[in-house]
């Protein structure tokens, strides 16, 4: 079974940076990738997709301060984050879709056919 697995999380102070990595396990080609964010009782937040095609798209909050990237659709999966806030600081996760599908790569497909990592947590403070 395969597993998503993320790292780099950790405490940054407001204006720092930090880089997550997402790896599937075994390696394996994802089709659609995201990263999402959640607080302690709040509702989960997709910030960042990247679909095999390398389309991209991010929520408003974080344009212009976060990256995803990934060498090829099997390797490694990345989100630099920049600028930091500390209305960054949550639980952060990776998911992906493993399957190739018809549907646009967002919050919606992987919501619904994603494997999920267990989460890392980003801490900022000001």
């Known amino acids: 079974q395969v597993q998503v697995m993320e790292s780099g999380g950790g405490s940054a102070q407001a204006g720092g940076s930090l880089r997550l990595s997402c790896a599937t396990v075994p390696e394996t080609q994802r089709y659609c990738t995201g990263w999402f964010r959640q607080v302690s009782g709040k509702e989960r937040e997709g910030i960042a997709f990247?679909?095999?095609?390398?389309?991209?798209t991010y929520v408003d909050s974080v344009k212009g301060r976060f990256t995803i990237s990934q060498d090829d659709p099997s390797s490694p999966l990345f989100l630099q984050m920049n600028d930091l806030k500390p209305e960054d600081t949550a639980k952060y996760y990776c998911a992906a879709d493993l399957t190739p599908r018809a549907a646009d790569c967002g919050w919606a497909r992987l919501d619904r056919h994603a494997t999920w990592g267990q989460g890392t947590e980003v801490t900022v403070s000001s």
């Open positions: 990247i679909a095999r095609n390398r389309r991209i």
